[in-house]
């Protein structure tokens, strides 16, 4: 039932760049801002990339100074956050701008943070209150995405874990909002097959629980159906015969994921949280691996928005076993696993994970309430 006498509050402020070749624009976005000193802040991998360099040489070539930070983990801890700042202060810079995927952009928003703000980097976090905190500017922050998976670069949120437990943290602010995002499909056309299938299930993961996530947000709803609908019709050609309209479709339909998530995400995504803080799993391939189990899990209670989403899949049957079925043959044609021992998980690990999927921040939004005892049949079922 929806309460009609609820104010709420909906956002859609980013300003976005999309196309071929907007990163183009980045220096004159910078000098037009009178900026000079950028931080990028991307990953070892990525600056390794020739789109990578030649975002350098470019900036250099307009006389830009520019120093790189790329120290970080594959699962980004707070250490990495805190070298990140010194960075930033060592080298006199004015602005900062994450390029790579969630994990370099999650680093680059949360140095952001870092620059004014001086407590203990976890006092931020958003589960006990540390929005309140965030109370100074943030330095100028652009994002350029480089996968098509988290759209961490139109969020307001950085997940950075611990480094002993790494355990993970979610740093927000609606001041950590990019102040414009380049999104170009072209930095994505060398993307390998398997980041570009575990990144794009991760975004499908987002729309499709946004869609049916518990809050009333019919815009983000709209955003969420067209979503998946781009990603269901474009995944496979995107990871198995790439070009530009299938990166292009990963990339916007990705971003309208993490749009369509400030409704809320749920099981799927705190199952998927544990195998990351335990296995060091990437985040888009525990979320794939989880989907069609939190989806069954869901269906009884929402069938409605699951014969929606058939519906957008242009599916045969619109129903919510269908949907189900889907998802599994997706994950067995993009040659993704289908099971939790595939990732290393074991009988062993079953308790521990079902203790940190109860105690994540994600659930709470899911369309039926989650128990500990469900999250731990649903992994015993996913083994
Ligand atoms: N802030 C948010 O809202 C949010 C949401 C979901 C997930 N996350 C975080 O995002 C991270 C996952 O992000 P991800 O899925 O983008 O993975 P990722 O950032 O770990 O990137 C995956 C791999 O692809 C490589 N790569 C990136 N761009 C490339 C390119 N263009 N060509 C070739 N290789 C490239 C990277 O070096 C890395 O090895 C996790 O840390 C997760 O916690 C954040
Ligand atoms: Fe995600």
């Known amino acids: 039932m929806i309460d009609f006498n609820v104010v709420r509050q909906y956002n859609f402020p980013t300003t976005i760049r999309f196309g071929a070749g ?128 988290t759209g961490s670069e139109v969020g307001r949120s950085a997940i950075i874990s611990e480094d002993d437990t790494h355990r993970k943290r979610i740093l ?50 709209g955003i969420a159906l067209e979503g998946i609908s781009l990603i269901y019709g474009t995944i496979v050609e995107a990871v198995k015969s790439p070009d530009l309209a299938s990166r292009s479709k990963m990339m916007i339909a990705s971003l309208m994921g993490a749009v369509a998530f400030q409704k809320g995400l749920g099981v799927v995504h705190s199952l998927a949280h544990p195998l990351s803080s335990l296995l060091d799993t990437h985040h888009g391939l525990a979320n794939a691996v989880n989907l069609p189990y939190g989806m069954q899990f869901n269906i009884i209670g929402s069938e409605e928005k699951f014969r929606k989403m058939a519906q957008v899949m242009a599916l045969k049957k619109d129903s919510g076993s269908a949907v189900v079925e889907r998802l599994f043959a997706l994950n067995r044609e993009l040659e993704l696993p289908l099971h939790l021992r595939e990732l290393g998980v074991q009988q062993s690990h079953i308790e521990t994970l079902a203790d940190l999927a ?25 083994l």
């Open 172 to 221: 927000f602010s609606p001041k950590l909002l990019a102040k414009i995002v380049f999104a170009d499909p072209l930095l994505t056309m060398d993307l390998p097959a398997f980041v570009t299938a575990a990144t794009g299930m991760d975004a499908l993961t987002h729309n499709m629980e946004a869609y049916i996530a518990r809050n009333w947000h019919p815009m983000c709803e």
């Open 358 to 382: 109860f105690a994540d921040f994600c659930h709470p939004n899911n369309p039926k309430p989650v128990s500990r005892e469900d999250f731990r049949k649903l992994y015993i079922e996913a």
């Open 22 to 149: 907007a990163v183009k624009e980045l220096p004159a976005h910078l000098k037009a801002n009178g900026l000079s000193k950028p931080l990028l802040v991307t990953d070892p991998m990525v600056a390794q990339l020739g789109f990578f360099k030649e975002i350098i040489r470019d900036l250099e070539a307009q006389s830009f100074s520019v120093e790189v930070f790329s120290d970080t983990h594959k699962n980004p801890v707070k250490s990495d956050v805190e070298k990140g700042g010194e960075a930033f202060k060592g080298t006199g810079r004015d602005c900062i701008i994450g390029i790579g995927g969630g994990a370099a952009m999650d680093v680059a928003r949360a140095i952001a943070l870092r620059i004014h703000h001086h407590r203990d980097l976890f006092d931020y976090d958003d589960l006990i209150g540390g929005d309140q905190y965030v109370t100074e500017e943030v330095p100028y922050f652009i994002t350029v995405p480089t996968t098509s998976g």
